[in-house]
């Protein structure tokens, strides 16, 4: 996908004359900067609106004012719309109700009453049953005293204009702020007993107030997008009040023509966070609307309708029928005049959910189908550098003791390439991430697994390295170390808030887990030094100088090959307790822990006694092979002036 080069990539955190402080523009890999695109396909025009007191209620707005109230539960979609008389066809001034293509719809935060535009703001406390006028006709049409054909000047004579935004207050009670496409902006503080008009000065007819964002933080303050654009006019216009309408302030610094607006969106968690919807993409201020700048990252120049927070996630719709989605944009709330000034800057992590895939995903898309990737699975983990460092950076993993879970290295070596065909194509394989140590702005995501030692150079049947089991919810941190400086905070790790696995299960899981990848990392590490000892041997037997010799090495070779299993496979292991089956069998077992959040059934627990009691045995042989009969092989092969058997690399 395209990305926007306006700022340097090395410039995230740092502050510009204008006080602004400058984003990343530049996508790279385990960034921040780049949104996932979602596709939707075939929706009318309108607004969902999920109740507030039950997830299985539904209200659905479309064009002519249509409403319905759906129960997910029984599929019944109950039409509630506030007069059900047909529209279509109806002049403008002959309908009861003047609806625009999309009316907002909206509930209040504070005592979830509907909300629903017309000319007037329209109320509800029963889900529809019965519908109230709140307010006079806030859009100063006059119907029916002009004839002829219409004309901008006209129009509203004509009996055009409608409500285009409402927004309740999220901390008073009875605050409400109201605007119309043709011009006015009007404030309730009683509930819709009284209205006033509290318009900013200079705005003329038809300059569309499309959104009003009342402020999270302090009651009075409101921030109001404005679109004249049919007007011909395509200058951005966004206002700000803090009096109740009193006075306005155009806050537009950094929003070029034609950047007109759409929507604007106040963060509910960092105060003077704010997000600009325009015509051509997305804008951020962390100043209260004092100063903007693009937050369009790898998001084409698109016109972007509205956008929500959700949790730590940004979910923006575009005019052309998609999402874009931010994943955990959390930094956003942290970044400030400290980080600005580091050298390096780990920010605070959100929680991170211990989750298990479903148990059948189904086959992965084709390549060549447009989809977008999940959102991160596991601990998110963001942090700053002000330059490339090119010496190790690390980034560690302790529990609540301060004992080590993990570490990851920027000079950890890749893993090797998959070194066999498999029937399983290579983009079904989830490559590790790397630790990056980019000028700007990194992210890393554990997995929340724990390390095993040397589990890394085993490998299951498909390519992958052998992980560790999922740790057990709770406190944990995360340490970053940069230059010999280090850089701490706290990472809570919860538990699937569906699963209802007890603390009892969750520990009997981790346990089985540990034992099984611990002893599969064993019989890895057996498995490499056989591989480098046949590898060794294959070599030494096109130079052995003579018959005894070459009867020598041809009995170890025998004997590595009853250790192997050679030839093992998921399907047919040559030796049923050779590695290769230990390695089959110690892999069923961590499959069956991973596959939920319970107590391992007890054929799992046998399966693994049965594998470790057979791996303790091969090691009992390995042993005395390379006491006995290698040892032999290596004094002969002195003996005759050739290399012995060197199994130090498969330590390594």
């Known amino acids: 996908m395209a990305t926007d080069n306006q700022f340097p990539y090395n410039v995230y955190g740092s502050q510009q004359d204008s006080g602004t402080v400058v984003l990343p523009s530049r996508t790279d890999h385990g960034q921040i900067t780049e949104y996932d695109r979602r596709s939707v396909g075939g929706a009318e025009s309108g607004y969902i609106q999920p109740d507030p007191d039950d997830p299985n209620i539904s209200y659905v707005s479309n064009t002519y004012g249509t409403l319905t109230r759906f129960d997910k539960r029984t599929g019944q979609g109950q039409i509630i719309t506030p007069w059900p008389a047909p529209a279509f066809g109806v002049e403008i001034a002959e309908r009861k109700y003047r609806f625009p293509w999309t009316a907002p719809l909206v509930f209040s935060p504070i005592d979830h009453a509907l909300y629903y ?11 529809g049953l019965v519908w109230r006028e709140i307010s006079p006709d806030l859009t100063g049409a006059d119907k029916n005293t002009a004839t002829g054909e219409v004309t901008v000047e006209n129009a509203k004579l004509r009996g055009y204009g ?20 043709t011009g006015p902006i009007h404030l309730s503080r009683d509930g819709g007993k009284t209205w006033a008009n509290v318009s900013p000065p200079g705005l003329s007819d038809w300059s569309k107030i499309t959104h009003i964002e009342a402020s999270h933080f302090q009651d009075g303050t409101a921030y109001a997008a404005v679109d004249r654009h049919r007007l011909d006019d395509y200058k951005p216009y966004l206002y700000r009040t803090r009096d109740y309408g009193k006075t306005w302030t155009l806050i537009t610094s950094g929003i070029e023509e034609p950047s007109f607006l759409n929507a604007i969106r106040e963060d509910p968690k960092r105060r003077g966070l704010l997000y600009a919807c325009t015509e051509t993409g997305v804008f951020v201020s962390f100043d209260d609307g004092d100063h903007w700048q693009s937050l369009q990252l790898n998001m084409p120049t698109v016109s972007v309708r509205d956008l929500v927070i959700h949790d730590n996630d940004l979910v923006i719709a575009t005019f052309g029928r998609s999402f874009w989605i931010l994943d955990d944009f959390s930094p956003l709330r942290q970044i400030d005049e400290k980080v600005a000034a580091s050298d390096a800057f780990l920010y605070k992590p959100s929680t991170a959910t211990r989750m298990n895939s479903e148990g059948f995903q189904g086959t992965p898309f084709p390549p060549e189908i447009p989809k977008a990737p999940n959102p991160p699975d596991g601990a998110v983990i963001d942090y700053y550098l002000k330059s490339a460092v090119t010496g190790e950076v690390t980034l560690e993993i302790l529990d609540a003791k301060g004992e080590l879970m993990r570490r990851y290295s920027t ?20 490559p590790p991430i790397r630790l990056t140590a980019h000028a700007g702005l990194n992210r890393f995501v554990w997995d929340l697994r724990c390390a095993v030692e040397t589990a890394g150079a085993a490998e299951n049947d498909y390519g992958q390295a052998v992980r560790g089991p999922q740790v057990i919810p709770g406190a944990y941190q995360v340490r970053l170390t940069v230059a010999g400086q280090h850089y701490t905070e706290a990472l809570k790790v919860m538990l699937d808030p569906r699963s209802p696995a007890t603390p009892t299960d969750l520990a009997r899981q981790f346990d089985l887990g540990l034992k099984a990848t611990t002893e599969i990392a064993k019989n890895g590490q057996l498995t490499r030094e056989l591989a480098a000892l046949r590898a060794q041997i294959t070599d030494i037997k096109k130079k052995a100088p003579d018959a005894a010799l070459l009867e020598l090495v041809s009995r170890v070779e025998a004997e590595a090959q009853k250790l192997s299993g050679v030839g093992a496979s998921w399907q047919t292991p040559a030796n049923p307790s050779g590695v290769g089956a230990v390695q089959i069998n110690l892999g069923a ?3 069956v822990v991973d596959s939920a959040d319970r107590t391992p059934p007890a054929q799992a627990y046998a399966l693994y006694e049965q594998a470790s009691r057979d791996l303790a045995a091969l090691v009992t042989s390995w042993d005395a092979l390379k006491n006995g009969q290698l040892a032999e092989l290596n004094r002969a092969l002195r003996d005759k002036n050739l290399p012995s058997i060197d199994l130090k690399a498969a330590n390594q």
Do not use: C
């Open 117 to 127: 535009g017309s000319q007037y703001v329209l109320k509800t406390v029963d889900g």
């Open 162 to 181: 409608v409500v285009y935004s409402i927004a309740p207050s999220p901390l008073v009670s009875g605050e409400i702020w109201a605007g119309s496409d």
């Open 411 to 430: 000079h950890d070596r890749p893993g090797a390439a998959r070194g066999r065909r498999q029937a399983i194509a290579d983009i079904w394989i989830t």
């Open 589 to 591: 077992v961590n499959f």
